[in-house]
């Protein structure tokens, strides 16, 4: 056996250098850099070996952990699971940082590869600086927090659990089934120990992504619940983006006269303009998809995680005979609502399945539901387009603090209503060009008004709906798709909570445009607080007054002065006239763009023939929440009790 003397954080560098994935025979190089904040827990063992020897890997400095693992996140998304920025941080804070993206990862079953700096694994400096000690047990550090949110963790205590350690990573992050956040965690003496590595351990591995296909007794039994529906519903779940199956599932649609809804995970693996899209679905869901949706007797998941979203909290599906088939990679998710299982890559499902119901002469009973429900849909989306601030002006959602919109109008004179702005962004915007959001009111009107033909340009994390990730991801998929543009679609509250990764955007040369959409506070909490008997507490951005309550007048903020004094090119847009000018001007940019986008409050989209559970107090003096907690109990009625 030949070896390599080196550290473990030189071994570990020269092992991410060697890995490549594999996918219908198409082979990728895995891991293309390594995103750092350096600290004292990393820099000389980690920094050393990236800076003796980095190999093909590429160097990326991050502003802020959380964001540098977004853009980490977002980058293994929008390469399809096929490629990787591996994260290190410092110990402690640094660390910490980063837990939040690694839940954000596991959620949308991302690959992310965190590899936080650890305290002593001999103790003798203990405590170090930012060591959290507990008297019960010394095994603790601050990386022990990435347990729940990872789907796998390990801890480097000696130098040659390197390769267990990352054999196992590699596992778990290639596995459609179990991909998600990789911790590994590295001591920081154990970085600089060396240790004999044997020549094997650093051989190219390329890891098959394969199409596992259900078992015949698993496929038959789809096969039944299908030929005995006459009006099933498919659902295309972010499965279906990763499989690669959009021609696959909208041929499968096409042949047997079934239409489909998206999740936000699932948009964009299909085309829009298939007859068979009725678009997004569930609670953020749109007239067409929730038309349809209510009465199908079968639905069939493929590839989704079946959210409270998707499903309406369970009570969109209103057949009193409905089934669920779940088409998905892993089992946990294919036992959801008492599905039909099929556990299997959704492409090779659908190809199996089509060939067996052609065998059988299969076709749905529709008529013209699906072109009626589309018609409808249609019909509001021109009045979306048109709704303005004008003498008929009516805010869409009808809650609200009655002073806030003249008020808003007064202080930044914006009198853009959001479903307007973003009909203009896709009439603007190029055909292929990405956009990306998580939080807030956006996701909820993307989801219902968003359209496109081009493949995975809708980016969109909803499985943990982590404000901040939208401007860090934008980068993240702007380094994975350098050559198309990259929309930020954010709201002043995700802004304003994490943003800075667009300084690297700068540093890195990586144009992303964000579209700040400023209402003045945070809109979708507001609406749902207010609808539901609460009053306007801490949800609209306030000044305090004088009888210390959050209510003094809106503060207003300047975001493309703010955001001018990074380096990037800003416009405020108070007018349609003046966003079409700002989007128009902002494709002809080479640096980072923002558009402060002053909407009006109140004119996001609501919900279409949905429910959404949330928590609300069975015990108040209110009547208002006494008639909103009736209103849930009546709607929990309606839904399935799991
Ligand atoms: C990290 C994080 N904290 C809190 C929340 C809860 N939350 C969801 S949306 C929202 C407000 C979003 O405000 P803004 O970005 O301005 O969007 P708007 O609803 O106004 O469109 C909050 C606080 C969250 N999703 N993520
Ligand atoms: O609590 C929330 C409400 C949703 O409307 C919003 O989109 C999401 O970001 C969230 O966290
Ligand atoms: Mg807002």
């Known amino acids: 056996m030949t070896t390599q003397r080196m550290t473990m954080a030189q071994a570990l560098v020269k092992f991410l250098d060697n890995q490549y994935v594999s996918f219908d025979g198409v082979e990728t190089k895995f891991v293309e850099g390594i995103f750092t904040i350096f600290g004292h827990g990393i820099v000389l063992g980690l920094g050393q070996a990236l800076d003796e020897d980095p190999g093909q890997l590429k160097v990326l400095q991050g502003r802020n952990e959380q964001g540098m693992a977004h853009v980490a996140t977002a980058f293994g998304k929008q390469n399809n699971r096929r490629k990787i920025i591996a994260c290190a941080s410092s110990i402690g804070p640094g660390a910490a940082n980063m837990v939040t993206a690694a839940a954000t990862a596991t959620v949308n079953n991302l690959p992310l590869l965190l590899l936080p700096g650890d305290t002593f694994a001999t103790r003798q400096p203990d405590p170090v600086l930012q060591q959290i000690e507990q008297p019960f047990s010394m095994t603790i550090t601050t990386n022990d927090a990435f347990k729940p949110v990872c789907k796998y963790w390990d801890r480097v205590s000696r130098p040659e659990q390197l390769m267990s350690a990352m054999i196992n990573a590699m596992r778990v992050l290639t596995d459609p089934a179990e991909t998600g956040a990789v ?358 951005f306030r000044y305090r007054d004088e009888d210390n309550q959050l209510l003094g007048g809106l503060m207003p903020i300047d975001f493309a002065k703010s955001a001018a004094g990074y380096g990037v090119k800003t416009y405020t847009a108070k007018t349609l006239e003046e966003l079409k000018v700002a989007l128009e001007d902002a494709k002809k940019q080479t640096v980072s763009t923002l558009i402060d986008i002053k909407v009006l409050p109140k004119t996001m989209t609501e919900g279409y023939k949905s429910w959404w559970h949330c928590g609300i107090a069975s015990t108040s003096a209110k009547d208002s929440i006494k008639i909103a907690y009736e209103s849930k109990e009546a709607n929990l009625k309606k839904a399935r009790l799991y």
């Open 183 to 540: 911790c590994v965690a590295i001591p920081q003496d154990v970085q600089g120990e060396s240790f004999d590595y044997p020549d094997y351990f650093f051989k190219k591995r390329v890891h098959k992504i394969t199409r596992p296909t259900p078992v015949s007794d698993e496929l038959e039994d789809v096969i039944q619940a299908i030929m005995n529906s006459k009006h099933p519903m498919v659902i295309c779940g972010g499965g279906v983006r990763y499989s690669e199956a959009g021609e696959t599932l909208e041929q499968f649609c096409e042949t047997f006269n079934i239409p489909f809804g998206e999740t936000q995970g699932g948009k964009s693996a299909c085309k829009s303009s298939s007859p068979y899209c009725l678009g997004g679905m569930g609670v953020t869901g749109n007239l067409a998809a929730n038309t349809i949706a209510e009465k199908a007797d079968l639905i069939i998941a493929v590839g989704t995680r079946l959210s409270d979203f998707t499903t309406g909290s369970k009570a969109l599906f209103q057949n009193p005979d409905v089934k669920f088939i779940s088409i998905n990679a892993s089992r946990f998710q294919a036992y959801k609502v008492d599905s039909i299982k099929a556990v299997g890559d959704a492409k090779a499902t659908l190809i199996g399945l089509t060939a067996a119901l052609q065998e059988k002469g299969y076709k749905s009973a529709y008529q013209n539901e699906i072109k009626e429900a589309k018609a409808a849909w249609d019909k509001e989306m021109k009045w979306f387009a048109e709704y303005a601030y004008d003498e008929n002006f009516k805010p869409i959602v009808e809650s609200r603090e009655p002073k806030s919109i003249d008020e808003f109008i007064a202080l930044t004179g914006g009198t853009i209503t959001q479903t307007s702005a973003l009909c203009l962004i896709r009439e603007t915007i190029d055909k292929d060009a990405i956009i990306v959001g998580a939080s807030g009111s956006l996701p909820g009107c993307l989801q219902r008004m968003w359209a496109t033909d081009k493949r995975d340009s809708y980016h969109m994390e909803y499985g943990y709906s982590c404000m901040g990730y939208e401007v860090a991801a934008s980068l993240g998929a702007k380094l994975a798709s350098p050559d198309q543009e990259v929309y930020a679609m954010t709201g002043d509250g995700s802004y304003l909570m994490l943003h800075t990764e667009l300084v690297t955007s700068l540093q890195e040369g990586k144009k992303i445009n964000v579209l700040l959409f400023d209402n003045c506070g945070f809109g979708c909490i507001n609406n749902l607080e207010m609808s539901n008997g609460v009053g306007n507490l801490a949800t609209e």
